[in-house]
């Protein structure tokens, strides 16, 4: 659980925008139902431009 909440405080601040309009953070979720049962994941993460920095959960 610590790295989780260390990794979304970095995004976080990360999506300040230290000299510039802040950053909106994206996440995404997703369920799925298959012949393994059902599986979870998401992921978060901030881009601008063509530099993307995210984490998959």
């Not at 659980?1 to 230290?18: I, W």
Request: charge should be positive; include cysteine; aromatic fraction near 2%.
């Amino acid at each position: 659980m610590k790295p989780l909440l260390l990794t979304l405080s970095l995004l976080a601040l990360a999506a300040c925008g230290v000299d510039g309009e802040p950053l909106k953070p994206a996440a995404t979720a997703s369920v799925n139902i298959g012949k393994n049962g059902v599986t979870t994941s998401g992921g978060v993460g901030v881009s601008k431009g063509p530099l993307s920095i995210g984490w998959r959960l």
